[in-house]
């Protein structure tokens, strides 16, 4: 499986990106999908994912109620709605594929990974 995320951008603080996973090899029918973000000199952090079949998801405590994931099987593709944004979302956003979606979001649950797309919230 072959992922990309797209989407990003820049952005002003309280605004809104959608992020988007899609495969150019391989299906996400199977796969939970997992978004990542890794922020200059910090580790990579799980931010949320979406089980295989759609019917559960899990967030990062900070982006609760401002992030919501969906996929989207005859598009064979995931989505992060990214609204109310802040200076502290500002990363680069992965997009994974594995078997569970589950807390905590750890990469170990993800086999496949795409290149990921820069996030930057102005202040």
């Known amino acids: 499986v072959q992922l990309q995320a797209s989407g990003g951008g820049l952005v002003q603080t309280g605004g809104s990106l959608t992020l988007s996973c899609t495969t150019s090899?391989?299906?996400?029918?199977?796969?939970?999908v997992g978004w990542f973000r890794q922020a200059p000199g910090k580790e990579r952090e799980g931010v949320a994912c979406?089980?295989?079949?759609?019917?559960?998801?899990y967030f990062k405590n900070s982006v609760r109620g401002r992030f919501t994931v969906s996929r989207d099987a005859a598009k064979n593709s995931a989505s992060l709605l990214m609204t109310s944004l802040k200076p502290e979302d500002t990363a680069v956003y992965y997009c994974?594929?594995?078997?569970?979606?589950?807390?905590?979001?750890?990469?170990?649950?993800?086999?496949?990974w795409g290149q990921g797309t820069q996030v930057t919230v102005s202040s």
């Open positions: 994974a594929t594995g078997l569970r979606c589950r807390l905590p979001l750890g990469d170990w649950d993800y086999e496949y």
């Open positions: 090899r391989g299906t996400l029918d199977y796969y939970a």
């Open positions: 979406i089980s295989s079949l759609g019917n559960d998801w």
